[in-house]
């Protein structure tokens, strides 16, 4: 699969405002920005410097704090199992990856009595614990959105995306980008002399 060389930071999101950013960002979900630190062979997670910027861009701690090479291929790991999960629609598979990364982040689950929405406090501010957010998050998509988590359809964009049009049929992560290129490439063929 190629990646785009100009990148996928047009889409949904994108790079942000300041410009600085190698992210993708597609809509607030730290699950699906979690999965898509990594598309096809281009990693972007390289360093433990690399993790420490993304939770913080993506708003999980308010400044970096140290990162181990060991959490930082502790966070390649969950991604990987994240998005293999999420993309088969496995809830079983998201559950299991979940339980263990759950299970060695300290801090305190609780239950929002209201909305029972769940929330995390952490009992460290590391990059392990800020993980947490992304790890309720792919729970979340596992169980209210099975099967709707789905790569791009363009083979120059792996970007992952959650699927909510009412038929369950969105194929691309981006109308406005990786849609319209789809479609004006059909269009062109179409059209075309012989």
Partial sequence: MRVDPDGPQGQTGGARADGGSPFIWTGGRPALDLCNTRLAEREYLNAPADLARWVVEAGLLPAPVPVSDQELWAARALRDGLRA???AGEKD????VAHAWLD???GRLCVEGATLQTRFTPGAETAFCALVSAVLDALELARDWPGRVRECASVACPVVFL???RNGSRRWCSMERCGARAKATTYYQRHRGP
């Fill in 85 to 87: 999960g999420l993309l």
């Fill in 93 to 96: 598979r998201v559950g299991a």
């Fill in 163 to 165: 699927d909510t049009s």
């Fill in 104 to 106: 060695g982040a300290p």
